[in-house]
Every structure is written in structure tokens, then in C-alpha cells.
């Protein structure tokens, strides 16, 4: 039994982990752009499907094609920026708020219908990464899972180096606290947005490429880890990156053991998902700010 | 043109409009009435979300979980406890409405994407707690539900009741927002702040702006249990149906209810018209959703059909009272907006 | 008829004002003045119940009115405007007039409310824009409707904050003028103003505030001579 507790431990980890990828990206787009992107649960699709066809049809060794596929959703989101996003930050577009919601929602329903188009609706398999079980203890891992953990963990040190120490993170700090002070100080703002935007919908993509071979794809695959990245980002407090880590491992970890816990293990599994909402929705009406966060800033 | 010869046109346009309705069933047959029975549902959604969003500035994408809390409440009463068809409705009315009331009471200190954020929430917990429950609602497998006019096979009663039902709402939701309720609602859209400094008492009109809206989310959630047959959380509530009765309100124009409902007929037409290109349709209208915010926020039909009225795209409705003469003399009564 | 009793607002740590005591009498035109982060559109926004005082007493009329929503105490006839304009933009001139007519708890005629937009609009001189969309209208003309919305709730009490701010000196004047006028006909105004000069003509009293507490409460002429003013000014 213990073992079986442990397993799901591990696994808990390993979704908080992906769940901790997708919430970066969307914190630190909205600690600089100052908006949520509603199309996150779709960038992670396309990251899926971008890495399964690196590896399908050109070739790319799985875990290769999680980096290449990560760079394409980083040249899909720079392109969203720079047609749809930047005129928000000009005069041309009025209510920035109703803008900001309706387009990036509507980009997730593009996307996914593109992926339904091309792709169809079914759910693929794309290659492992590595094939086979490894032995850790008394606990059996599969190897993707590590390979899931190991390549996680690298994008994660990567980005946190870099916003931590570079001056291309103090750089975008300095937009994310006060965009005109940040422009006194020669950093331009927008160029600052459509960095932010490409990493973090970058960190989307590369989310949804590893998941791939453990959990599939499919061009719907993006809308509950969507729901969830959101439900992180307000516990975690809108624009905390280090509370949008902790509260991804607290759900993955919540998630998998709780679901346990059910005595219906249907329930317990269509529930799983229910928890992160239910806590989404508690949280948001009794702290708004969410447990580390900065207030919301407004557009206008 | 004049005031008054706008009118005309727009009367005009209308009784055309009227008439076209009432003939459908005679001009269209079995499979395209179906698609014109849903599109008049969509109209009505996509109108009910307009009230909500377009008027008063409140995005929320909750429409469809309370279309769909309305359809399961009226199913299940009038399948589990023998209600009587139009009881189970009118029940599944006030649920829907009640539980407007409650987001509304709840999300009050919630605006823009929080308010985006906590109905997406409570629109997934709805719909995963229907499926869960799938002893009491049978989930996915479909849930029964007896048919408002006895069967399925002649859907001439279904389009007339639709038809009526929609005209029904469009009328009480256009009374309500040419009232002094739709100027408030509408300034609470602009600003708060400066509404409530204006003496008006947002939380109240806040609130009432939700249960208008959710009430007729519910009916017409109502009118789809008791016409579909078959309902599963899914085929309701899921989010990329409310990404297209959102697209539907955008493309015909936001900010009216006109806008709302001519969106809804006309994608849901091309919808069926576009069958043959497949998923690509929905591209398409992902598409037009982009570039219509993009390029024209105020939507595509509706300021196109004023243009093409003659009307001032700014100029919208003319409050409902008669200008009187210029109050003193020597002061110009001509105007700018006509 | 408007007064305030040591009325205290902190933010965090920090105090923006600090024991506040004033009174304001009928149709008296009351102009506060102070440096930057003196306290100034923090104690309008308390009086107007933007803000929840930390504590102190707010009185209009012989009844407590602090702890009371916004648009209460619009109701009873506190009117304000904003120090950036504030209009409904997406609404036309007449709409924009409507609203605190309808939302007032006096059941008037919409004949009557009508007439009196009419009338107002025709005092501020921008009739001939009635049916434009506000966001249509110049930055002044937005400061005029403004004005004209606060008349249509009949105010007794018009507090205006920064009124003159980035205006046209054209259209300063006018406004200065339009103060007076609604003055003469009785109304109480409060009225902020970084213009020294403008206040400084128009107002019959004045208080000023450094570091959100009262150093000066007299006439306009002895503020000049006070020393801690001075000081205050000469400080910032």
C-alpha cells in the first residue's frame, strides 16, 4: 500500500512540475503585459502536437523535438504578439480590458479549431522518449516520466537563471513593476512585452510536448490544464513566479492523492479535476490577491 | 437621413424580417428547420451573454453552465418527481435565475479577467459535477428527456415555440434595456466609479444585470432539454460552445441585441451551410473572430447594417422620448449626432 | 452644513490624513489647496464615500454619513467630479445627463428631467452636442459635461477636484465663470486646485493641507501672508 501512496506522490510531482511550467508562463505574461491569456491551454495543444510531428514526420529524437516544438510555439506566440497583442498598447484599441479577454480567448478558439482541421479530433501517441521502466527503490517509474521530471526541471533552473540573474530579467522585472519608469530608464516596454509573451507561451509549449507520451494529444487536450494554469496563478498570486510554483506542486500533489481517497473511482477521477476549480473559485472570492500576489493593475 | 426616415427603415426591415420567420416552415424542410430551430436558441443566448457583457461590461462565460443547470433541472424534475413539462421550465428558470443571483452576489468585487477567470471556473465545476454524478444525471451516456410536444418527427411546433419564445425575450430585453435600467447598466460599463458617484446603486443593478441574463440563459436551456431528447453536460456546457456564442455576439456587434441575434443566425447558417469544408468552417470562424476585434470592435452585421441604413455607426439609439423644442430661444437646435 | 470631525485615513503605514476637522457652511465656496500628497483628493474621496475613513465622523445635514456607499451619498446631495475626467465615453451628452437624474430617488418626469439636461446644457453651452457620443467630444467639452452631469443630481454640495487642471485658459475662465453663477443661485462648492492664482481669486475661504493635516483654515488673502503655508510651499 505504502508503495502505491508513493507512486502517487511521484506522480503528483511529476503533473505539478508540467502544471508549474504552464503557470511561469502565464504569471510572467501577466506580471508584464498586465493581461491573462486565456489562449494558454491551446498554446500547450499546439506544443504537443508540434514535438509529435518533429518526431513523426521529420525524424526528431522525442526529446529533441520537445525543444524545437517549444521554439515553435515561441515564433507562434511572437506572431500573436506582434499582430494581435501590441496594438493594446497603443490608443488605437479602446476598453483594453474587453479586448484583452475576448482576444486572447478567442485566439484558444482558433487554435483549437486549427488543430481539429488539420489534425483531426482524435488522440495520438507520439513516441516515448525513452522506452521501458526504471527501478527506483521498490517503485517502478515509467521512463518518460523522468524524462518528463529531468527536461522540466532544466527549462525551469534555465528560466529562473535567467530572470533572476540576467538583465534581461531585471529588464523585465522593471516593466512588470512600473512600465514607465522601466522606459525612463531606457528599457522599451514593448519589446519587454513581446519577449514575455514568447517565453511564457514558450513554456506552454514546451509543457504540452512532455506530456505528450505520457498522457497523449488531442486538439482538446489544452482546456483543463488551461482551467488549472489559471486556477495557480491566483493561488499562487497573479504575477508571483515563485507562488505559481509552489501552488503547481501543492495541485499536482492534491490531484493525485486525492483522487484516492474516493471511495467511487469514477467520481474520483471526474472530481480530480473539480478541485483546483472549486479552489480556484474559493480563493478568488475570499482573497482575490491569492496567497503571494501582487494586486491586479488595470489596463486602461 | 432623418431620424424618423431611419426608423422607417429599421421598421421596415423588421417586418420583413418578421415575416421571413413565420414563413421558414413552409420553406424549409426536416433537417434545415432543425438548423433553424437551433440557431433561434443560439440567437437567444447569444443575446441573453450581450445583456450581460455588451450592456453592462460584465464578461462572463457562465451563459452556457446556466442554460445548462436550467435544462437539467427541468429534465429532472419532470423525469424523477413527474412535473408537468411547462413546470419542470419554469423551474428550471428560477434555478438558473437563482443561481445567477448567487455568482452575481459573489463575483461583485471581481472585475475584468477575475470575473473571466471565476465563471470558467464554475462553468467547468458545473459541467464535471453533471458528469460525475452520472447515477442521477447518466453523464455522457445522455439523459432521456421527454420531448415538449410528444416526438420529434414534425418540428413545425418546435420552430413556432422557439420563434415565440425569442421574440418574447428580445421584446422584454429590449423594453428593459431602452429603460432607465439600461442607462444605469450602461454606465457601469463606462465606469463605476463615476456611476456610483452619479448616485447610481451598482451593486444592485450589478446583480440584477446577472439574473436578467442568466433567466434567459435558462429558458433557453429549457426550450433545448425538452427539444433535443437526448442531453449529456457536453453537448450544452462545454467551453468552445461558449466560444462560439461569444464569436456569434462579437461578429454581429456586441453592444446590441440585434447584433447578437443576427450573429447567431448568420454563423449558424453558415455553419450548415459550410458542412461541406468540414472543422474549417470553425477556423473560419475563429478567423473572423480575431479580425473583427482586431479591426472593428464593434462587431461586423449590425454597424454594417446601419451604415447601410444611412444611420451614423456612432449614432446609436435615440432614448425613448421626443426631443422638445430648444429650451430657450436663440440657442441652436441643430445637432451634431443626426 | 457639511462637517468634517477628526477624520483620519491611513493606507498601509502610512497616514494620508491626519485628525482633519472643517466646516463647511450653506453656499459657502470653500477652496482646498496643498502640496502634492498633502491629503487633498483623499479627503474628497472620503466625503464622497470613495474611501472608508480609518476613523472620524463625517456630517451632512446633522447626520453621519461616512460609512455610507457612493451613490448614497450622492443621493443626499454631495456631488463630485474627478481629477481626471470621468464621462460615460460609450454614452451620448443626453445619456450621460440622464443617469444621475433617473437614479435620484425624486420621481420626476422624463419630460422634466428632459428639460432641465436641455437647460443645463444650454447654461454650459455645449446644447448643440447633446446627441454626441462623449467620447466624440474635445477634453474640455468632456469637463463640461462633466459639470452639467453633477447639476442634473441637484446637489447641494459640488466638491470639484482639480477642475482647472490642463485646460485651455479660455476655457478656464468660462469655468471660473460657471462656478460663480452656480454659486450666486446658492449651491456649497468645494473646490481643489493646484492653481494658485484661480483659487485664489474664486474662493471665499481656504484650508490648506501639508502632509494630510489642516495648517492654515482663513481668507484667501491672510494664506499668503501665513508663515507656515509659505513654508509649506516653499518646502515642497
Known sequence: MLEFYLAQVVNGLIVGLIYALMAVGLSLIFSVLKIVNFAHGDCYMIGGFFSYYLATLLGFHPIAAVFVGMLGVMAVGILIHQLLLKPLYTPKVERKGEYAILMTFGIGIFLQNLAMALFGPWTKRPPDFIPGVTKLGFLFIDNNRLVVAGVGIVIMLVLLYVIGRTFIGKALRAVSQDRDAAAIVGVNPVRMNLLAFGIGVGLAGAAGALIGPVFLISPVMGILPGVKSFVIIVLGGMGSIRGAIIASILLGLVESLGSVFFLDPTRGLAYKNAFGVLLLALVLLFKPTGLFGEKFVRLE | MSEKGIRKVNLAALMVIGALALAVPFILHSYWLHVAIIGLYYALLASSWTLLAGYTGQFSFATMALAGISAYTSALLVIKASFPIWGGFLCGIAAAAFVGLLIGMLVLRLSGPYLALFTIAFSEITRITLNAEYRLTRGDMGLTVPYLFGGIENKIPYYYTILGILAASLTLMWLLLRSKYGLFFRSIREDEQAAAAMGVNIVRYKIMAFVVSSAFAGVAGGFFAHYVGTLTPNSIMELPRMGLIIAMAVIGGIESLAGAVSGALVVQFLQEYLRAIGMWRFVIFGLALILILRFSQNGLIWPLYQRLAGRRVEAKTEPELELPESPEPGVSPGGGGA | ?236
Open chain 3, 1 to 236: 452644513m457639511l462637517e468634517v470631525v477628526d477624520l483620519v485615513k491611513d493606507f498601509g503605514g502610512i497616514r494620508a490624513v491626519n485628525r482633519l476637522s472643517f466646516k463647511v457652511e450653506e453656499n459657502e465656496l470653500l477652496g482646498i489647496i496643498g502640496p502634492n500628497g498633502s491629503g487633498k483628493t483623499t479627503t474628497i474621496n472620503l466625503i464622497s464615500g470613495v474611501l472608508k475613513p480609518t476613523s472620524g465622523k463625517i456630517i451632512f445635514q446633522g447626520r453621519r454619513i461616512d460609512g455610507l456607499p457612493p451613490y448614497e451619498i450622492a443621493r443626499r446631495g454631495i456631488g463630485r467630479t474627478f481629477q481626471v475626467t470621468q464621462v460615460f465615453r460609450r454614452m451620448t451628452v443626453l445619456e450621460n445627463m440622464f443617469v444621475p437624474a433617473y437614479a435620484s430617488p425624486q420621481r420626476r418626469s422624463d419630460r422634466e428631467i428632459r428639460r432641465k439636461a436641455m437647460e443645463i446644457l444650454s447654461f454650459l453651452k455645449i446644447y448643440h452636442l447633446r446627441k454626441e457620443y462623449a467620447r466624440n467630444l474635445s477634453g474640455g467639452q468632456q469637463k463640461l459635461l462633466e459639470i452639467g452631469r453633477v447639476l442634473m443630481l441637484d446637489p447641494k454640495v459640488i466638491m470639484m477636484d482639480e477642475p482647472f487642471a490642463g485646460i485651455h485658459p479660455k476655457l478656464k475662465l468660462e469655468i471660473h465663470g460657471y462656478i460663480r453663477e452656480m454659486h450666486r443661485e446658492g449651491r456649497t462648492f468645494i473646490i481643489i486646485s493646484h492653481d494658485l492664482q484661480t483659487i485664489f481669486t474664486l474662493s471665499q475661504r481656504l484650508i490648506v493641507l501639508s502632509g494630510g493635516e489642516k495648517i492654515y483654515d482663513g481668507t484667501p488673502e491672510g494664506a499668503k501672508e501665513d508663515e507656515r503655508v509659505v513654508e509649506a510651499y516653499l518646502g515642497e
